[in-house]
């Protein structure tokens, strides 16, 4: 995230300075004479041109940075969540706590933090739960 903010952020600065220059113009020490006048305005008035064209494309290019930032702070987890774990309860009552659950054929297997892989059928299943960790239930 900061480095799509970093990168926006620069090209805006660059952005600003680049318009900033064009429409201060540039001093050109010379005798004001008819065609030496008019070749300084021609190259004066295309040099800052040039300079806004490139202002308002480095302008448009933060905008997808700025978007790409703001996803990235929007949508990534943050480092205190855990992922939800799993909880299942067999038809006798016992319950089994795992971090990922898949179906295999007429089985789910649920799979355990640094444990074996429980295998239920699921003819045997009584309920599937979300729970916020397998801390306090450990079977």
Not at 70 to 96: F, I
């Amino acid at each position: 995230m900061g480095v799509l903010a970093g990168a926006a952020l620069i090209l805006a600065l660059v952005s600003v300075i680049l318009a900033a220059v064009a429409s201060q113009g540039s001093a050109v020490k010379m005798i004001a004479s008819g065609p030496q006048y008019r070749d300084a305005s021609l190259l004066a008035a295309s040099v800052a041109n040039k300079r806004l064209i490139w202002s308002r494309r480095l302008a448009v290019a933060i905008i997808p940075l700025y978007l790409g930032a703001l996803g990235v702070m929007s949508y990534s987890p943050l480092e205190s969540q855990k992922a939800p774990s799993v909880q299942l309860t067999d038809k006798s009552g016992s319950k089994y706590c795992g971090t990922q659950l898949k179906r295999a054929g007429r089985e789910l297997l649920l799979y355990r933090e640094n444990e074996n892989v429980i295998r239920i059928k699921l003819d045997d299943l009584g309920s599937v739960t979300s729970v916020s960790s397998c801390d306090k239930l450990q079977k």
